[in-house]
């Protein structure tokens, strides 16, 4: 029997299963809950790095959040009635990650305060078995019930952004939130999220509603624009790109249609747009001559200069070392001033990371560590692929691949899924996209049997 479906992008075709949510087992799924984690992700995603450091005594907001998720997910599990249904985890490679990460807490024999600071990101890894079982379980209804949450935190996360870009002397007189302020912008985390939005808004377009979602996607991207961080401005293109191309598929595949537009989306951007964004000048002045006197290509091209070397000097002193290089330095030592990586960055700014999750993991965890980083990337990246590539998917799966190129990009050149504001929305959205791409394998090599089954 044929259902039609009706995709986030508006199209509808035939397809050969209901679109209520089944779990791994093909069974329609009941639970209208939302899916575990939602609340954290929603309220990180909505202020970033200054909501972040709400705190009472050593508890962070972020932290209290993600704990009472996981401790209502392992409570409903154990006092649900229900016969427990198979459920497919993110994968190996998270298990593998926290494993590492395990291996190197027990060892440490210093300050465990700061080595626990160091080993948070990796930890972080946990929240993909959160979001992967919550979404197995979650009927239709939890999963709308989830974009709405999300989606309305990032619409609020637009609506201060907005007033911190037109009023910034008013921002400045905020009370401060640690070592921040209420409505202080980190551009390269900020301007990614409002790249999520941009793209959310793109593919809500639908006939009678252009206007209003157009609006918000033009709001998002002129917010944006005004910025200065030539990485989130990577992020939010990318992601319009994304959304375009996921926008103009049709039919469970990638159209002709769809790469043209996302060519010409790309094509505005280049031509129309970085010109006149401050992120923009300062992308475009890496290509001009290092002699040239305009201030701000040296400061675009200081920056370069200074982040290639503190990445040079990090991995020439990781690798110096063949234990340091198979596993790392662990957790609380500062790999970036034994190294002398922090001087061209800044030393005595407190900067631990050399804006690059890659290295900073190779540097923590060494080749064992990295192999593994660099293959759960790349896992994700090949299933957003396969998703571009099929054409809409549903809103929950288009948000989540949305969340992980925007926060990918701008974590190769910033300080991001070393933050609890960007990697808890991130793991999240990973163990959605693996939880699903295992679950329809799954279904693929269940289908098979069934017939042969129906046969006899």
């Not at 999300?150 to 640690?178: E, F, K, N, Q, Y």
Request: glycine content about 10%; proline content about 4%.
């Amino acid at each position: 029997m044929a259902y039609l479906k009706t995709d986030v992008a508006g199209h509808t075709d035939l397809d050969d299963r209901p679109s209520v949510s089944q779990a791994a087992d093909g069974k329609p799924t009941t639970d209208n809950r939302l899916i575990a984690g939602t609340v954290a992700v929603a309220v990180l995603l909505t202020g970033g790095r200054w909501i972040s450091h709400l705190h009472m005594g050593p508890l962070y907001i972020g932290d209290v959040l993600l704990c009472a998720a996981f401790l209502q997910a392992i409570c409903l599990r154990s006092l649900s009635g229900q016969r427990r249904e198979r459920i497919h985890g993110p994968g190996i490679l998270i298990g593998l990650l926290l494993l590492v990460t395990g291996f190197h807490l027990l060892a440490v024999e210093g300050d465990l305060r700061m080595a626990a600071r160091d080993a948070a990101p990796f930890a972080y890894a946990a929240i993909a078995y959160l979001s992967a079982g919550g979404y197995q379980r979650a009927s239709d209804r939890g999963r709308a019930r989830t974009v709405r949450l999300i989606h309305g935190g990032l619409l609020l996360h637009l609506s201060w952004m907005v007033v911190a870009t037109l009023a910034p002397d008013w921002v400045a007189t905020l009370p401060r939130v640690g070592p921040t302020r209420v409505f202080e912008i980190r551009t390269d985390f900020d301007v990614a999220v409002l790249g999520v939005l941009a793209g959310m808004s793109i593919l809500r377009i639908r006939r009678g509603r252009i206007w209003l979602h157009g609006s918000v996607a033009a709001a998002a991207l002129a917010t944006g624009l005004a910025q200065v961080n030539r990485a989130a401005l990577i992020s939010c293109c990318l992601c319009v790109l994304v959304a375009v191309m996921l926008r103009a598929g049709r039919n469970g595949r990638l159209t002709l249609r769809a790469v043209t537009l996302g060519a010409i989306a790309v094509l505005a951007v280049v031509v129309a747009v970085l010109p006149m964004s401050p992120a923009g000048q300062r992308l475009l002045a890496l290509n001009k001559g290092a002699t040239a006197s305009s201030e701000l290509v040296e400061n675009a091209q200081g920056t370069k200069r200074a982040r290639l070397i503190a990445w040079e000097r990090v991995v020439t002193y990781t690798l110096d070392d063949p234990a340091r290089s198979a596993i790392g330095v662990g957790f609380g030592p500062d790999f970036l001033q034994l190294s002398n990586g922090d001087l061209p960055i800044g030393r005595g700014m407190g900067v631990r990371s050399p804006h690059n999750y890659l290295i900073t993991s190779f540097a923590r965890l060494g080749f064992a560590g990295l192999t593994i980083v660099v293959a759960l990337l790349a896992s994700l990246l090949a299933i957003v692929i396969r998703i571009v590539r099929r054409g809409p998917p549903d809103e929950l799966t288009s948000l989540c691949v949305l969340l992980v190129v925007s926060l990918l990009v701008v974590s190769l050149l910033g300080v991001i899924l070393e933050s609890p504001f960007g990697a808890t929305p991130f793991f999240w959205a990973a163990g959605i996209l693996l939880a699903g791409h295992r679950t329809r394998r799954a279904r693929r090599r269940q289908k098979p049997e069934q017939k042969k089954e129906a046969m006899v």
